[in-house]
């Protein structure tokens, strides 16, 4: 699997909400729902997602939401933004049932792929059944242990080329930003005695610097300026600016450079 990140804006406007929820057929995708916030309605709207670890800016991601959202609400003015991560299958249907043959009591639900609210329930419905040892007809459709070829072989290639590059190739490639490049509250890898070094300048130009290697299985991290995070393209795990960890696989902190 690997992890999506997607962007979320919450807006207030003076003009009558719709009801339900929309989702767009077009690319890129954008989702509209309404929730009650402060005994009034507001609108979100999402979408602009990408993988997570590749990078992204806030003009593609919430500078985008915002323009859709001035586009059908004018008077629109944004209350809340924030973003979020969902795992994802290379054949896009999600992992559900028995962790493996080894662990029989145990059971996984994942890989939802954004349709966490439904396939969640999806998920309590067939690991229920195989508790009761009932027969769930859905149950063979996301059986977690399947061992077959993926047939999304776009997918497939794109997550080797990916993992390839994050894991050897992108480590031996020159980076080309230098230390005095790097502007106050933004980050990069720069390179020192041909070691690749992580850097972070807070807005004060404090100097954060790690060794940007993921502590899960060694891929190089990218920059991610919306959030001041290292994030993984492999897996999707992501570090704070200090090289603390925030988000699994990875269980262990970056290793910190005192320059
Ligand atoms: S190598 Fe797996 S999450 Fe980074």
């Known amino acids: 699997m690997y992890q999506s990140t997607s962007y979320l804006i919450a807006v207030e406007t003076k003009k009558t909400l719709f009801k339900g929820m929309h989702i767009s057929s077009n690319d890129p995708t954008f989702s509209f729902r309404t929730a009650l916030y402060d005994n009034k309605e507001i609108l979100l709207i999402g ?3 990408h993988k997570t ?16 959202a001035k586009k059908y609400y ?8 924030w973003n979020t991560r969902d795992c994802i ?13 080894s662990m029989p009591n145990m059971f996984v639900g994942t890989g939802f792929k954004k349709w966490g609210m ?23 459709l996301f059986k977690s242990t399947r061992l077959k070829p993926i047939k999304n072989h776009d997918e497939f290639k794109n997550m080797v080329i990916q993992s390839t590059n994050s894991l050897l190739l992108d480590k031996f490639k020159k980076t080309n930003m230098s230390f005095d490049e790097i ?16 850097i972070y300048k807070d807005k004060n130009g404090k100097i954060y610097a790690v060794k940007p290697i993921c ?32 988000y699994d696989p990875a269980f262990k902190n970056l290793s910190f450079y005192d320059l």
Do not use: Q
């Open 89 to 101: 299958s290379l054949d896009k249907i999600p992992y559900i049932g028995s962790f493996s043959s």
């Open 118 to 140: 439904t396939l969640s329930n999806v998920a309590a419905n067939i690991i229920v059944d195989k508790i009761c040892d009932n027969h769930n007809r859905y149950e063979y």
């Open 215 to 246: 502590t899960h299985l060694g891929c190089l991290l990218s920059w991610n300026d919306i959030d001041k995070t290292w994030d993984c393209p492999c897996h999707g795990s992501r570090f704070n600016f200090d090289g603390t960890n925030l």
């Open 74 to 81: 004018p008077d629109s003015n944004v209350l809340f933004r």
């Open 47 to 49: 979408g602009m997602d």
């Open 53 to 68: 670890g590749n990078p992204s800016s806030y003009k593609d991601t919430y500078g985008k939401l915002e323009e859709v």
């Open 183 to 198: 502007k106050n509250n933004s980050g990069s890898i720069i390179e020192i005695n041909n070691e690749k070094i992580g």
